[in-house]
């Protein structure tokens, strides 16, 4: 699920999620109970530590994107 549509859905500024993805903020129950609503998972699904041996997940590049030029 894209980020802008997380913030959306869950009634927070984009800015303050990247915010908590990159472990800047803290998040209250009530905004953790609500993403994890957004995304149709239990709260504590949000607090799972990955299995021992569990593929690392590939970081997103740092950054936007480039604009593009329409012509």
Do not use: C, W
């Amino acid at each position: 699920m894209p980020q802008e549509r997380l913030a959306a859905d869950s009634g927070v500024d984009r800015a303050y999620l990247s915010q908590l993805e990159r472990k800047q903020g803290n998040a209250t129950v009530d905004l953790l109970d609500r993403l994890a609503s957004v995304l149709d998972v239990p709260l504590s699904e949000l607090f799972r530590q990955p299995e021992p041996g569990a593929k690392k997940l590939k970081s997103l590049p740092v950054g936007r994107k480039p604009i593009k030029k329409h012509r």
